[in-house]
C-alpha cells in the first residue's frame, strides 16, 4: 500500500514537471519571439502572424508530447494494480487541474488547423501567398472548435471549486 502511493506520487510529479516544463518553455520561446519581434532581427521571421504561428506550432507540439509521455507513464501503472491506477489519475479529477486539460484541447485544436493549414501550402504553393489570410481564418476555426469544449469543461471545473 505504501509502495503504491509512493508510485502514485513519483507519477504524479512526473506529471507536474511535464506541465511545468512545458509552461517554462512556451514562456523562453516567448520572451525571445517579443524580444526580436522589437530587434527586427532574426533568421526566418521579422514577426507578425507567420512567426507566431511558427511559434505557436511548435509549443503545443511540445505540450501534446509532454502530456502522451504522462499519459503512457500513468496508464503504465494499471499493469501495477488498479489502486495505483485510481490514485495516479485522482489528479486529473481535481478541479484546479481542469484548466491545464482544457489547455491541452486548445493545444491540440490549434496544433491540428495549423498543421492543415502547413498542408495545404505544401501541395499548393500558390496558397502561401495568402498566408496572413489563412493564418487568421485558422486562429478562428480553431477558437469555433475549442470554444464549446472549453465551457463545458471550465463550467465543471468550477461547479466543483471551492469558488462556487
Known sequence: MIASMIAARLIEGLVFVL????????VYLGVW???LR????GPAYKGGIGQ???ALHRVTGVAIIAFLFGHIVDTFAVG?????YDETISLYQQWWFKPFEVGLIA???FHAFNGMRIIIFDFWPRMALKQKQFAYA???????AFAPAAFFML???YEGSPFS
Open 138 to 144: 485558422q486562429f478562428i476555426l480553431s477558437f469555433l
Open 38 to 41: 522589437s530587434t527586427q532581427k
Open 19 to 26: 506541465t511545468i516544463g512545458t509552461a517554462v518553455f512556451a
Open 107 to 109: 493545444a491540440v485544436v
Open 33 to 35: 519571439l517579443f524580444r
Open 80 to 84: 501495477f494494480g488498479p489502486e495505483l
Open 155 to 157: 463550467r465543471s471545473a
Open 52 to 54: 507566431w504561428t511558427w
